[in-house]
């Protein structure tokens, strides 16, 4: 089939509209209509032929046919004036038909903000009568925005050199009333462009919303020391104190007496726990990454499925009397520094070692089964009658053993 050229314009426009070859979809050719008069129109959403008839289908059109395009409005055709027409009455007509044209073009306003395109009404620009926008548009005729000084892009849309980001949550703001958005960094993004543009309603609604995150992120923030020893004191010494998922990251808990204490699913992240007495403790799922627990004692804790990723455990105490040796079972404490530490006992089954330190670590009758120990540094250690099958000795380094480690402790 060969090419179809057809003559595409805007209803109202001045020009004589503009010649194209006819897509192969009628979706498509309204698409292109709408990019060739997109300052004419918001949307194209209708076709029609001179007489008035709408078209549904580019099957049906000829060379040199004139497609008349529309925001949705109906065409009524380049009709010639009745035999039975006055002058007068044709004129009031043509004038009507324009004056309805040029009150849809004068309400419409397009905007280019930072290269993002938007399109909204003058009423909605011009809804905050002290705004900087609503004295950029209040006037109308094509006067607006270029007495400030706005230059306009190729389709015509106003150019304002403000962020794009935040300019439509004030656009919808004007439409409705209200922001629509809780995340603290973008608020505050929003409050400055609000500003910028002397919203001042605007301005008052962020100011809360931002105080309601600074109080929010107040309420999550971790405890300080001080904070947790509030805590602690009225707590009597043969009560356990539910801590579960509080949050204590880079809190100094050194020195102190946490025995007993329920932290599950805690965040510890890089607390220092140095020389603190966690006997008896519940740090399961607790995230103890990078934390400081030197010489503390860990008698009888449970730290199961704990994250204790780069943590520095130097001479800890694990060691129990009674023999109940502290439980890792699943721990991720892959880098983990554990030399001269005493874990006599201890349970890190299927627990993960990789790269830690267990330099001059004593190990006896621990249960490392399938343990990962991968390029797990155990140098000068005691494994007298420690489990290890199963596990990862792949790189592991066991140089100057304080006992011989024996096949049937690692084979299954």
């Known amino acids: 089939m ?9 209803a109202g426009a001045s020009d004589n509209g503009r010649v194209i070859l006819v897509p192969s979809t009628f979706e498509e050719l309204l ?14 959403r209708r076709l029609f032929n001179t007489d008035g008839a709408e078209i549904g289908d580019v099957q049906v059109l000829r060379d040199n046919d004139v497609v008349v395009v529309t925001g949705g409005d109906l065409y009524r055709g380049d009709h010639a004036p009745a035999a039975g027409d006055s002058p007068r009455k044709l004129f009031s007509q043509v004038a009507l038909c324009s004056n309805n044209t040029e009150k849809y073009r004068d309400e419409w306003i397009a905007l280019n903000v930072g290269g993002e395109r938007f399109v909204t009404t003058r009423s909605t620009l011009t809804k905050d009568s002290d705004s900087m926008l609503a004295r950029m548009f209040a006037s109308s005729g094509g006067v607006e925005g270029r007495s400030w000084g706005s230059a306009i892009d190729s389709t015509g849309a106003y150019l304002i ?6 300019f439509h949550h004030l656009l919808d703001y004007l439409r409705c009333g209200k922001i629509f958005e809780e995340k603290a960094s973008i608020l505050q993004g929003i409050l400055e462009e609000a500003h910028f543009f002397g ?3 605007a301005v ?7 105080q309601d995150c600074e109080e929010v992120d107040a309420a999550d923030a971790p405890l300080t020391r001080r904070q947790f020893i509030s805590l602690l004191v009225p707590t009597p010494t043969n009560s356990v104190l539910r801590c579960q998922g509080i949050n204590l990251a880079k809190a100094d808990l050194s020195n102190l007496d946490l025995h007993c204490i329920n932290f599950k699913k805690a965040n510890l992240r890089g607390c220092n726990l140095s020389n603190a007495n966690l006997e008896d403790c519940c740090l399961n799922k607790a995230n103890l990454e990078h934390a400081i ?4 004692s860990l008698r009888c804790v449970s730290m199961i499925g704990a994250n204790c990723e780069f943590a520095s455990m130097r001479g800890c105490d694990c060691e129990d009397p009674l023999g109940k040796g502290a439980n890792f079972e699943g721990a991720n404490m892959k880098n983990c520094i554990l030399e001269d530490s005493h874990m006599a006992g201890a349970v890190l089954r299927v627990a993960c070692l990789r790269n830690a330190s267990l330099k001059r670590c004593d190990l006896q009758g621990a249960v490392l089964a399938g343990t990962d120990l991968e390029d797990c540094d155990l140098t000068g250690s005691n494994l007298r009658g420690a489990n290890l099958r199963g596990s990862n000795l792949t790189g592991t380094v066991m140089e ?6 024996h096949m049937s402790q690692t084979v299954t």
């Open 293 to 296: 627990l030197d010489g503390a």
């Open 400 to 405: 100057d053993m304080q006992s011989p480690l």
């Open 2 to 10: 060969s090419a179809v050229r057809v003559t595409v314009r805007a």
């Open 199 to 201: 919203l001042r309603k």
């Open 161 to 166: 050199d403000r962020s794009p980001v935040f």
């Open 31 to 44: 698409q292109v209509a709408g990019n060739l008069y997109s300052s004419y129109l918001v949307e194209a």
């Open 204 to 210: 008052e609604q962020l100011e809360v919303l931002l």
